[in-house]
């Protein structure tokens, strides 16, 4: 009789255990309050348990709770990448030799591992960088494709080019049109060499909403860069403390991915309100999830200004300054016509006692005028070194002569070519002049730019007779200095 009394007492628990286990859960991972207060962005991981349905949750089954007020309005996304039932990842992998061979090997035995575990419909695709960035696969479903080319990425190289490996990684994700997408980067955060800067992956990052996530040691002497790259663009920075905990950091961070919602609302705080009660509350049909947290606003707020206000006062000092510098011209000019005023040959002109200015005279201050306008004009320009020629349509072999520092070609009219081509943008591309060399660079355009028959995926150095197409229209680089 005992016994059966302790089979059923052992039935019993591990039932409230799966019970329990159903329920799932709701994590606080993170609080932004600074960047765009009084809007207040936090990241929530949700997970609905093994017994429950998956829910597409939306603003109906969230709610915030601030200092125990229900917030009216909220903002809830990444609900997107639950529905669209598809991912793209983009693995970069960190191959120079200022990473050890042991980490090496750990991160090729983690994606074999996060392999086995990935979706039939997911998407992967892997770069390798050291002082140059190859594409090892473009996306694919094939694992062993996959884990092949992974393990054939060996320690070389002299130079890091990591945010050109990260700019080429955005490049490729940009060419999907669905299903959520992600750069994942194996790294100890060093840099050299690159011809982007952190700054600009980030801003190509947030435009193209697409997160960037670092996993990384805690011995690397760059964490603070890339947490600040992986917060602003909405990632993740994992840190492990041994080589041994790559593979948990990365499965932890595909939970997170699958499982994390961004919720943001506008805050009622006053400026220097700290420790603060939050709680957000999750429904599953009858079942309430919640997490709690502290949060505080921040000491000093500047004053959110309409853009629309901004622009008209920014308009209205640019024209005042016109003014001023106009009135300036004009004084400067009547005492220089004052100063050149001298005696003719008879002395006095009339009873005033004003001189006049003589005929060559007034020629020779004209002269000299031009003469001063030409010369700052000029010291306004580059030097004469390069130009484009067009090789196709309308305008065939009609020469743009770049004379300026740096010259934008597009549709628009203030461009400093102006091409018109309906597939060309109306900021197109950028051509910049440095130390006598010329670089050229897309303006994250949608059909993109070609040089030399490839898409041109990051800024690049122009060589004499490079070709390049914009749309449908093809240009002829010529440059005297060019290497």
Known sequence: MKKFFYIIFLISAMFISCLISAEGSVKISDI????????????????????????????????VYENGYKVNYI??????????????????????????????NVVKKSVAEILLKTDSNDKIAVFRFNDKVV??????????????????IEREGTKTVLYDSIFDSISLLKSTTEGFKSVIIFTDGKDEGSSVTADDVISYAKSSNIPLHF??????????????ISRLTGGRMILGENISEVPAMYRNLMGEINSEYVITYKSQLKAGDSNIPLKVNV???????????????????????????????LVMIFILVLIIVFLMLRIINLKKTSNTVNKDDSGLNDNNGLYSVKDEELASIVQRENRESEEKLNDEKASFNAWLIQ??????????????????VGRA????????????QDR????????????????????????????????????????????NTVFLFRGINAD
């Not at 600074?34 to 829910?55: A, H, M």
């Not at 609900?79 to 970069?92: D, N, P, R, T």
């Not at 921040?298 to 959110?304: A, D, Q, R």
């Open 32 to 63: 932004n309050t600074t960047d765009n207060f009084p809007e207040i962005s936090l990241r929530v991981n949700i997970n609905s348990g093994p017994y429950l349905p998956k829910y597409n949750l939306s603003e109906d089954d969230i709610s």
């Open 75 to 104: 903002k809830v996304t990444g609900k997107e990448k639950h529905q669209a039932g598809m991912i793209y990842f983009v693995l970069s992998v960190d191959s120079s030799k200022s990473i050890s061979e042991n980490y090496l």
């Open 135 to 152: 594409l090892m696969n473009d996306f694919s479903s094939d694992k062993n494709t996959i884990l092949s080319n992974v393990e054939k």
């Open 215 to 228: 996993m990384c040691m805690n011995s690397s002497a760059n964490i603070s860069k890339m947490q600040r």
């Open 283 to 313: 429904r599953f049909d009858s079942t309430d999830l919640s997490d709690t947290a502290e949060i505080s606003s921040p000491k000093f707020v500047f004053p959110n200004f309409k853009p629309d206000l901004v622009l008209v006062f």
């Open 391 to 408: 090789k196709n349509g309308f305008e065939l072999g009609r020469k743009f002569s770049i004379y300026w520092k740096e010259i934008t």
């Open 413 to 424: 009219k203030e461009n400093s070519i102006i091409v018109n081509d309906e597939k060309v």
């Open 428 to 471: 197109h591309v950028k051509i910049k002049e440095f130390n006598n060399h010329y670089i050229i660079m897309d303006l994250a355009t949608d059909n993109g730019t070609f040089l030399n028959g490839s898409k041109l995926l990051r800024p690049k150095e122009l060589y004499d007779w490079d070709e390049i197409k914009i749309g």
